[in-house]
């Protein structure tokens, strides 16, 4: 039998650009439409023109690609690229933004095969790849090379004149809501993600002839390490992921920190991120740079805490059952734990936390210098929760077993995230009970705080990453906990009882630089002691131990003076 072969149809191509602006701004800006309709609330008729300049500009953006061999290629790549934005922006509210696309590039495979789901290869059969058959299968008409760039020139002058006309009309009303929602723009497709994607690049290649500028060569150890008579053993924890408020120690009314609480921690319940995403607050944490002056560009060009550490002679590892640490362990000793085979705790190149602590007890155990360890979890990351924690730990039930958010319930979905906290938190007392193991050989300390925090749909939004500007909290607000073995407190004259009552005072991802400082007994130009934390409760070294004058006063409730005490004479305010 013979098949009948349908005639391809026949289409002018600047009817086809028409037609692919029209389908760019209704079928792939569901969230742009959300938030403009919301942002231009009490201006519809501002909106509507505003509208029709967007369609206006995407149609005068399309129709210079319109050359025969270039139009196709160019409109499946555009539509490619916004439905694919498209999908992560309906689905979990994520704006495509520079960040986000250093998040991607940055990412594992392991990471990005939990965003590969059955949902996006839906999504993107019905909005891109069924739109591209089409246009693949229809006949161009084009007119020959002049008459098609005199054409091409008259209907993009005058849709660039109406569209620029249009604005100027609502000039006032278009002006404020693009200023006051810098968000807006962002989410709009295929622009936003295209202009991210460009930013991203040149400021990848701004970075090629990169020169690292050293800090804090003057660092050295001072006379309170040299004093205590065994190695000093800081455990720093960096997070992934964890939200402060679902934490029990800050008020959530689920239990999902026993054994932290059991333990007896000092829990600072007021901090909050430098960034919303791993690739921004983990260089930034570890930054001389407070999150104000903070700048992807000075992180990357300027030394950060390991080497300070380093330049002072204390021994840092970095381990890493993360993503990696975004450049932060390029010069010291690092070593990844996803990669691992045949551990019990892994399974298709990640693993579970615990991977780290059967080597901390071996590293502790054979401690013989002044050392930080930083261990980088994974923590809460998403959108797999239910992967984070073993069979021990889903106490929360049921809980969301897919990466498939939309396919579970809120409750479903917070019982597997509580049940990531609850892991964590038993990480955490690991490590200090680890610490406390080898107390007898060390002196050892942990403070821990997480890189942002998470949406679990609050306002439509999931996992993280919005703009700072427009973060909800439940990214922002980290949580930062400390643990102070008897020995470590003795040798380093930090008092954890005083530190608990300063546990309200704001603290954010600043304090990280300085506090580690401080809890090595490092001195240098760049530590500046009001940052440092846990300043306020340490007793200086000097030769009769006497305290500080602000240590007996916040020991009794009252605000500690950071001003004078021996330290400050030695230990000036950093100078940048
Ligand atoms: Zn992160």
């Excluded at 229809?138 to 002058?157: C, E, I, M």
């Excluded at 102070?484 to 009882?497: I, K, L, R, T, W």
Aim: hydrophobic letters at 45%; proline letters at 5%; glycine letters at 6%.
């Amino acid at each position: 039998m013979k098949i009948p072969r349908i005639p391809r149809p026949e289409i002018g191509s600047i009817s086809l650009s028409a037609i692919v602006a029209l389908y760019l701004l209704l079928a792939t800006n569901n969230s742009f439409w959300a938030h403009a309709s919301v942002y231009f609330v009490h201006a519809r008729t501002s909106l509507l023109a505003f509208a029709a300049a967007l369609y206006l500009a995407l149609f005068a953006i399309l129709t210079p690609l319109s050359v025969k061999y270039l139009m196709k290629p160019a409109l499946v790549i555009l539509i490619l690229v916004s439905a694919t934005a498209a999908y992560f922006a309906d689905t979990f509210g994520i704006i495509i933004d520079r960040d986000m696309i250093g998040n991607a590039a940055v990412t594992t495979q392991a990471e990005a095969s939990h965003l590969l789901t059955f949902s996006l290869a839906r999504h993107l059969l019905v909005y891109a790849v069924l739109p591209s058959i089409l246009i693949v299968w229809v006949r161009v008409r084009h007119r020959r090379f002049l008459p098609k760039a005199a054409v091409n020139f008259a209907f993009v002058s005058v849709s660039l004149l109406v569209g620029a006309g249009l604005i100027y009309a609502n000039f006032a009303t278009v002006a404020y809501a693009l200023r006051e929602h810098t968000d807006l723009m962002k989410r709009f497709n295929p622009s936003g993600p295209l202009i991210a994607t460009v930013r991203y690049g040149l400021s990848t290649y701004r970075e090629r002839n990169l020169v690292v500028r050293p800090l804090g060569t003057d660092a050295h150890q001072g006379a309170r390490v040299a004093a205590a008579g065994k190695p000093v053993v800081v455990v720093v924890v960096a997070g992934e992921t964890a939200r402060a408020m679902n934490f029990s120690l800050n008020g959530y009314e689920r239990e999902t920190n026993p054994e932290l609480k059991a333990l007896g921690v000092v829990n600072y319940r007021n901090t909050t991120s430098c960034g919303t995403a791993t690739a921004v607050s983990l260089p930034c944490m570890f930054s001389v740079y407070p999150r104000s002056q903070y700048s992807d560009w000075k992180a990357r060009s300027t030394e950060n805490l390991v080497n300070v550490l380093t330049h002072a002679g204390v021994s840092v590892s970095w381990w890493d059952n993360n993503t990696g640490s975004k450049g932060i362990a390029d010069l010291i000793s690092f070593a990844s734990q996803t990669g691992r085979k045949n551990s019990p705790l892994c399974n298709n190149g990640e693993c579970l936390d615990e991977i780290l602590l059967g080597d901390l007890d071996r590293k502790l155990g054979a401690a013989t210098s002044n050392s930080v360890i930083v261990l980088h979890q994974l923590g809460s990351h998403g959108p797999s929760y239910y992967l984070r924690y073993p069979g021990a730990f889903r106490r929360f039930t049921p809980d969301c077993r897919t990466p498939e958010l939309m396919r579970c319930s809120t409750a479903e979905l917070v019982n597997a995230y509580d049940n990531t906290i609850l892991y964590t938190d038993h990480i955490l007392a690991s490590v200090a009970r680890l610490l406390e193991k080898h107390q007898d050989r060390i002196a050892g300390a942990m403070i821990y705080m997480s890189d942002h925090g998470e949406s679990l749909g609050e306002n439509g939004l999931y996992l993280h990453g919005a703009p700072y500007v427009i973060a909800p909290k439940e990214q922002t607000q980290v949580p930062f906990i400390a643990w102070f073995s008897e020995p470590y407190q003795a040798a380093m004259g930090v008092d954890a009882g005083c530190l608990a009552k300063d546990a309200d005072k704001p603290k954010s991802h600043d304090n990280l630089f300085h506090t580690v400082l401080g809890m090595m007994d490092v001195e240098t130009r760049v530590y500046n002691r009001d940052l440092d934390a846990f300043a306020a409760c340490t007793r200086p070294a000097n030769k009769e131990h006497q305290p500080a004058p602000g240590y007996h006063a916040a020991q009794n409730g009252e605000p500690a003076s950071s001003a004078g005490g021996p330290q400050e004479a030695r230990w000036a305010p950093g100078v940048l």
